[in-house]
């Protein structure tokens, strides 16, 4: 036990996750749980916001290596806010989703981190892109991510609607945070929810014994 902890250890921190993004009319909410494992049964964190604002409007959230996704994030932001300031206007979601895409793909040998970008524009209004391993990008409505995503595919395809009011999306990425939390071993503590609108960013986080309470609990 001793030596596959020190195994473990020497691998690294890991975000061990459920992170989501969902559209709904209006706007976007992305979320995460907040722990973060090591070896992918040892918990090193419970309070981990894995919640990344790059710029006003734009959220992305991590999953993977820790320490390669805030890596990665931190550049991101920079390169972001430089595209900002000789565009002279708030950066496009996808333009922020790509920054991240080309950071993954440039140094696909090295890293090991995921992402989901999230955000409203002028343009498009409210988006969602996931940036897997290795730098590909997808546009979706909604997607899940992360080792809780496994126990959710499910629940997400049978539930999620287009166009839902923020009301609708909130209860939908709740539940569906809940149920991964209380299924996988290395995703827990609280949840963390952003909502992004074209009036502004709004920020919940609901504790882990007020979140929804399910048959298996």
Known sequence: ME???????????STGTTILAVTFNGGVIIGSDSRASIGGYYVSSKTINKLIQVHDRIFCCIAGSLADAQAVTKAAKFQISFHSIQMESPPLVKAAASVLKELCYNNKEELQAGFITAGWDRKKGPQVYTVALGGMLLSQPFTIGGSGSTYIYGYADAKYKPDMS?????????????????????????AHLVVITEEGVEHIVIPGDKLPKFHDE
């Open 3 to 13: 030596r596959n902890l020190i195994d473990s250890q020497i691998k690294g921190v």
């Open 166 to 190: 923020k009301e609708e999306c909130l209860q939908f990425a709740t539940n569906a945070l809940a149920l991964a939390m209380g299924r996988d071993n290395v995703s827990g503590g609280v």
